[in-house]
């Protein structure tokens, strides 16, 4: 599966964002897809995750609250709706795909986007 993530851009503290994760390929419901993010300096961070089955989804404890992750199979697409950003947000947001496994750790997932960046500004 090939994955393209999009919708970031630059934002101020409160505002909300859409992230969006088109893939393309067989099957990409039967994929397991999580939203990371890495800040300059920073290592990768796992953000959000929705389970193939259609009902499991865990968040990070620092966006629990705000984000939401959802998916469209008939699109082929997982959105990453984030609300009252803060500074801390701003990151380059990665989607990423596995066949099996749900899971915080990026090191399980074999297919990844290209990224998006998400500015949050003052």
């Known amino acids: 599966v090939q994955l393209q993530a999009f919708g970031g851009g630059l934002v101020q503290v409160g505002d909300s964002l859409r992230l969006s994760c088109a893939a393309s390929?067989?099957?990409?419901?039967?994929?397991?897809v999580g939203w990371f993010r890495q800040a300059p300096g920073k290592e990768r961070e796992f953000v959000a995750v929705?389970?193939?089955?259609?009902?499991?989804?865990a968040y990070s404890d620092s966006v629990k609250g705000r984000f939401t992750i959802s998916r469209d199979n008939a699109k082929g697409t997982v959105y990453l709706q984030m609300n009252s950003l803060k500074l801390e947000d701003s990151a380059v947001y990665y989607c990423?795909?596995?066949?099996?496994?749900?899971?915080?750790?990026?090191?399980?997932?074999?297919?990844w986007g290209q990224g998006t960046q998400v500015t949050v500004s003052s």
């Open positions: 929705f389970g193939s089955s259609g009902t499991v989804t």
């Open positions: 390929g067989r099957l990409f419901s039967t994929y397991v």
């Open positions: 990423a795909a596995n066949r099996a496994t749900i899971s915080r750790s990026p090191l399980v997932y074999d297919y």
